[in-house]
Nanobody, 121 residues
Framework: QVHLVESGGGLVQAGGSLRLSCAASGNIFSINTMGWYRQAPGNERELVASITSGGSTNYADSVKGRFTISRDNAETTVYLEMNSLKPEDTAVYYC???????????????WGQGTQVTVSS
């Protein structure tokens, strides 16, 4: 089994900062892209940021210049540093990993359980 465990969400005032973490563990052969998505009530889940195993990053226009995605050296943990937070950043944030499982099967996408980020005005 594969597990993605997120942490770091919470309540913060507008202009504040939060750091999300997501650790992947379990029967994993290799991890390709890791990313963060978010879903606000009534909205579809959207990509916030992603990072490949080679370190290439991609950001939603709405977070460029404010959020930074990174991975640890083992490339099993992904972080999202969120600065200058706005009320419209309020959502449940989900970690996603595209990985090859231990049985060398095809690349599959896995999701964490989500962590709530609430930004008050």
């Amino acid at each position: 089994q594969v597990h993605l465990v997120e942490s770091g969400g919470g309540l913060v005032q507008a202009g504040g900062s939060l750091r999300l973490s997501c650790a992947a563990s379990g029967n994993i052969f290799s991890i390709n892209t890791m990313g963060w998505y978010r879903q606000a009530p009534g909205n579809e889940r959207e990509l916030v940021a992603s990072i490949t195993s080679g370190g290439s990053t991609n950001y939603a226009d709405s977070v460029k210049g404010r959020f930074t995605i990174s991975r640890d050296n083992a490339e099993t943990t992904v972080y999202l540093e969120m600065n200058s937070l706005k009320p419209e950043d309020t959502a449940v944030y989900y970690c996603n990993a595209a990985l090859v499982p231990g049985n060398r099967g095809p690349i599959s996408g896995y999701w964490g359980q989500g962590t709530q980020v609430t930004v008050s005005s």
